[in-house]
Nanobody, 117 residues
Framework: QVHVVESGGGLVRPGGSLRLSCATS????????MYWYRQAPGNKRELVAA???????NYADSVKGRFTVSRTNAKNTVYLQMISLKPEDTAVYYC???????????WGQGTQVTVSS
């Protein structure tokens, strides 16, 4: 059985930092491209950051220079380090695992990030 579990969300003041983690099990993690999405109330889910199985990264323009995605294959975990947080970063953050060799696609249940003074 596959599990994708996000953690690390919370309430932070503007300018603060958080690190999200996404732990997976039941998959061969090194074969998966990993994605972080977010969804704010009333908005569509948007891609925030991605890291391929080979370690290449990509970011939404709105978070470039502030967010860093990384992965540790030995721990089956992907991370999202967020600095200089803004109120507009407030959203539920979701982790998505996609196999690069087939259609396997798994989602976590999300973790809430709230940026507010």
């Amino acid at each position: 059985q596959v599990h994708v579990v996000e953690s690390g969300g919370g309430l932070v003041r503007p300018g603060g930092s958080l690190r999200l983690s996404c732990a997976t099990s039941g998959v061969i993690f090194r074969n998966y491209d990993m994605y972080w999405y977010r969804q704010a109330p009333g908005n569509k889910r948007e891609l925030v950051a991605a890291i391929t199985s080979a370690g290449s990264t990509n970011y939404a323009d709105s978070v470039k220079g502030r967010f860093t995605v990384s992965r540790t294959n030995a721990k089956n975990t992907v991370y999202l380090q967020m600095i200089s947080l803004k109120p507009e970063d407030t959203a539920v953050y979701y982790c998505n695992a996609k196999a690069f060799y087939n259609s396997a696609d798994y989602w976590g249940q999300g973790t809430q990030v709230t940026v507010s003074s």
